[in-house]
């Protein structure tokens, strides 16, 4: 499922703080927020981000990053001859007219998807800085890069699934706190 169809309520509802994270030039990166890795663990991607940042793949030493993507990894460097290897960036989406206009609100209920909104002015590699053979799966060029671990210090805002945000705020109130991250939950209510 592309990214813009993964997108909830969000911007149909002016009213909500955090619509400002979401006009023009704003960085989001989304992630399911409990995967299963290779080995059948449940992950709570959200505990492993908070703490030390965003980590590229291939960057990763737990393997926790990595989870169940492992073989799309391996499977899009086989099929492409890429000048970077594709799992040593984090996906990112630079925030544009066209992507907050195709947002829909059924489409993430359920899904407990996290979005995390980074600081705008973070410097980015965009599908052009990849090479000619670097595949593009969301339409539009709204798609960027990082080849670099992205700290908490970066992180603006979390959207947790509606229900959710108490216990995120229980659970990681001192990484929020500390970093001065807002916590939202899926319906725009502010938790921090």
């Known amino acids: 499922m592309l990214f813009k169809e993964r997108v909830s309520q969000f911007l149909e509802r002016e009213t909500f703080e955090y619509a400002d994270q979401w006009k023009n030039g704003g960085l989001v990166h989304d992630f399911r927020r409990l995967v299963v890795d290779n080995n059948g663990q449940t ?18 030493t737990t393997g926790k990053v990595i989870g169940n993507w492992k073989g799309i990894y391996e499977m899009v460097e086989k099929k492409h001859k890429l000048d970077i290897p594709y799992n040593s960036v984090i996906f990112m989406h630079r925030i544009d007219d066209s992507v907050r ?14 979005f995390l909104f980074l600081r705008p002015d973070l410097p980015v590699l965009t599908p052009s800085d990849m090479g000619e ?47 001065q991250i807002k916590l939202f939950d899926y319906t725009g209510e502010r938790f921090v």
């Open 43 to 60: 992950i709570d991607r959200l505990a492993e981000i908070l703490p030390g940042g965003l980590i590229p793949p291939s960057q990763d």
């Open 133 to 179: 053979c670097w595949p593009i799966y969301t339409p539009g060029d709204d798609e960027v890069y990082s080849p670099q671990i992205i700290s908490p210090q970066n992180f603006e805002a979390i959207v947790v699934k509606t229900g959710t945000a108490p216990e995120a705020l229980t659970t990681f109130s001192y990484h929020l706190r500390v970093n």
């Open 101 to 114: 206009t195709l947002y829909k609100p059924e489409a993430v209920d359920g899904r407990n998807y996290v």
